[in-house]
């Protein structure tokens, strides 16, 4: 062979070595993107499948009660045979000072649920009912 055809073959050779190193990389850019979407895919999906009492504990941390009241509201009306939303609603009524809604609140999550801790939670909020009901004011 001569020399002439020894600088094409090597020619082409580089070509193809530069072709190969950008099809390299683009193998790699592409299976990143993959990866980013699928994990971004994933991450929204977890978001979306959140338990929405994510966000009345949330709220309730952040001493916002009526978000939390809207939120539970919801979730009462949404599952009415469900003792929890009740038992819920019950709680953050004490919280927010209204003993009568409390009172009742706890009552429907017990009459759903019979437990102890229901039946007690229902006797605290009557006894300081009455306690406060026989005040001076």
Do not use: C
Request: charged content about 25%; hydrophobic content about 35%; aromatic content about 14%.
């Amino acid at each position: 062979m001569d020399n002439d055809t020894n600088q094409q073959i090597l020619q082409e050779l580089r070509k193809l070595r530069k072709t190969s190193q950008w099809m390299s990389v683009f193998t790699v850019l592409v299976l990143v993107g993959l990866f980013v979407w699928a994990f971004t895919l994933v991450r929204s999906r977890q978001a979306s499948q959140a338990s929405p009492w994510t966000d009345v504990s949330a709220a309730m941390h952040r001493y916002d009660y009526q978000t939390a009241l809207k939120l539970t509201q919801q979730l009462a009306a949404a599952h009415p045979d469900d003792y929890y939303p009740h038992y819920y609603l019950g709680y953050i009524y004490f919280e927010m000072g209204d003993l009568g809604r409390a009172e009742a609140e706890y009552s429907r999550a017990y009459e759903l649920w019979p437990s102890e801790d229901l039946q007690k939670r229902v006797e605290a909020v009557k006894k300081r009912r009455a306690s406060e009901s026989t005040k001076p004011k």
